[in-house]
């Protein structure tokens, strides 16, 4: 392996498919050890049902050119996650980056739907699927990753602190676990930072998952014939997007000065200079505020 992250062993909880396999693959790129993990294995299938595994995001790891290590584990359940740890602490020594990326939740939302008419056993299990399991998984890993100064926590989420704290998102219950991870990354900003460590929470733009292109009918090949029906989409990445502004973070010496901040794949694009695999630059943020919730006909020129 060689690379800037050549050395690095980093933890991708909820790698199985998107943005945490986009993050994954990219992180081997640069040259990683990076554990997957998730609940959807070769041998069975979480209740998402769908084909994507983590051994198939490993092998895409060792791929890319770093060494992918899959790990089936419930972030909901304490014991499996101190299990996890013990094995990294047991083979490697040592934790350089961990990205908290479990989420589980799109099945379990209801677009525009007030808190009292929201199936509640759904909104619940959405809240844990996406706090509880960052909260299991930073208690059990941070002992680890402070062994040695300079370490990298990543929080997952939808939406910079700056658009959410004015904009409604999705539902009661979305709204909250994504605000949620956000406030998550600035209280282990503060518990971190003195410890030599660096927190920040990092959203995507409008993603290319797997998800959203077969509910939009296409590939990744021709995303583009989904605009005739949803224009915006235009200025949507891959997940791999978002990755490189992992790994750019994690080989970012001067990291430091991000602590407990809330930063965008977009944004960071622009400071580190990299592209999505296309070679464009998409600013989803930026966009969403000036085009779309502005009300503007659909053009991502001089977004991307």
Do not use: C
């Not at 990326?101 to 929201?118: A, I, K, S």
């Not at 949803?230 to 502004?245: D, K, L």
């Amino acid at each position: 392996m060689s690379g800037p992250l050549k050395d690095k062993v980093a933890l991708v909880a909820g790698a199985t498919r998107g943005a945490g396999r986009g993050i994954a693959v990219e992180l081997g790129a640069a040259g990683a050890t990076v554990y997957v993990t998730g609940r959807t294995t070769r041998e069975r299938r979480s209740e998402y049902d769908r084909p994507e595994t983590i051994e198939d995001t490993a092998d895409l790891v060792t791929a890319a050119g770093g060494q992918g290590i899959a790990v089936p584990t419930d972030h909901l359940v304490p014991s499996e996650v101190r299990t996890l740890v013990d094995r990294i602490a047991d083979e490697q020594g040592r934790l350089d980056v961990l990205v908290n990326d479990v989420w589980g939740g799109e099945r379990l939302f209801e677009w525009d739907t007030p808190v009292w008419e929201h199936d509640l056993d759904n909104g619940l299990r959405l809240l844990r699927l996406g706090i509880e399991t960052h909260a299991i998984t930073s208690h059990h890993a941070l002992p680890l990753l402070l062994r040695r100064p300079g370490g990298l926590v990543v929080e997952m989420t939808d939406g910079t602190a700056e658009y959410n704290a004015a904009t409604y998102r999705v539902s009661f219950f979305y709204d909250l676990a994504k605000s949620a991870v956000l406030r998550m990354a600035f209280a282990l900003g503060r518990e971190l930072g003195p410890r030599g460590a660096t927190a920040v929470a990092l959203t995507p733009g409008w993603l290319r998952s797997e998800m959203m292109l077969e509910n939009f009918g296409v590939t990744e090949d021709n995303w583009r014939d989904a605009l005739e029906r949803v224009p915006h989409f235009g200025i949507s990445e891959t997940p791999f997007y978002v990755g490189r502004a992992v790994a750019a973070l994690a080989a970012d010496p001067e990291r430091a000065r991000w602590n407990g901040e809330s930063l965008s794949s977009g944004g960071l694009a622009r400071t580190y200079g990299f592209t999505d695999r296309d070679g464009s630059r998409p600013d989803a943020w930026r966009y969403l505020v000036e085009v779309q919730d502005a009300g503007k006909p659909a053009d991502a020129t001089g977004y991307r």
